[in-house]
């Protein structure tokens, strides 16, 4: 049987914009800085994010109003996919650099937000890229994103980490370790990604939940970071080791 919306269900989606039609409508697209290849829709001053990301049922305060018809006024913090963050940077600065990495690959961009790297890995000759994301305003965003830079890429909407990695050589994580739990659900799927033959790549600048003893670093760049402005800092692409015999990890050197 059909599921059924309920009259608040049906009042909060008819309150809050289509995705598709605000990102194109309110956002702006810009080369994205250390990589002037790849042009994102990205957050700025008055783009209106709190409209996209509040919680359901909730209005409007006032001070986001005056903020959103002020363009001096401070930014509302960007989701994930509003802004390229140093890990997705440094990635898709490194597949960029390197093309060899994912040349007639297939690829998974892992909690792709933007786009960024699974761009990057399209740009760079990647057979086929397939990018998961979970939010519903970061699909939208990376679709229009994938179509600004005209490549093409396989949207998977959820969260594929809690079962088997799909068909791909190259599985490209960029940024997910910033929280303990979405650790927690990335470390096992990468290590069945490595049991599976795919080669994992990790691209971060030093988040507090990288699993560093089982990082083996390629590359290291300055890029910036969320947050931070122009400013840059140094962030790294590793591979992700197997566990040694034992439960021991590999240190990075």
């Given amino acids: ?31 994205v800085a250390a990589l002037p290849e790849i042009r994102l829709y990205a957050a700025h001053p008055a783009s209106g994010l709190w409209r996209l990301t509040r919680p359901q049922g909730r209005a409007a305060e006032p001070e986001e109003e005056a903020n959103e018809a002020d363009e001096d006024g401070p930014e509302p913090q960007p989701p994930y996919w509003a802004y390229a963050w140093a890990g997705g940077a440094v990635l898709a600065r490194y597949i960029l650099d390197r093309p060899e990495t994912v040349a007639g690959l297939r690829v998974l961009d892992l909690g792709a937000g933007s786009g960024l790297v699974g761009i990057a890995a399209a740009r760079a000759g990647a057979s086929q890229v397939i990018a998961s994301e979970i939010d519903r305003n970061g699909v939208a965003a990376l679709g229009l994103n994938a179509a600004a830079n005209g490549v093409e890429i396989t949207v998977v909407g959820e969260d594929i980490t809690a079962g088997p990695p799909p068909p791909v050589d190259v599985v490209a994580a960029g940024d997910l370790f910033y929280r303990q739990d979405l650790a927690d659900r990335v470390i096992p799927f990468l290590d069945r990604c490595l049991a599976a033959g795919i080669n994992v790549l990790i691209g971060d600048p030093g988040r507090a939940y990288l699993p560093r003893s089982r990082l083996h670093l390629l590359a290291e760049y ?27 990890f590999r240190s990075s050197p």
Avoid: H, W
Wanted: no cysteine.
């Fill in 222 to 248: 300055q890029v910036p970071d969320v947050g931070q402005g122009t400013a840059t800092k140094p962030s790294g692409v590793f591979s992700f080791e197997p566990k040694q015999p034992g439960g021991e």
């Fill in 1 to 31: 049987m059909a599921d059924s919306l309920t009259v608040d269900d049906a009042a909060d989606t008819l309150s809050r914009p289509d995705p598709l039609t605000f990102i194109k409508a309110n956002m702006r697209i810009a080369p």
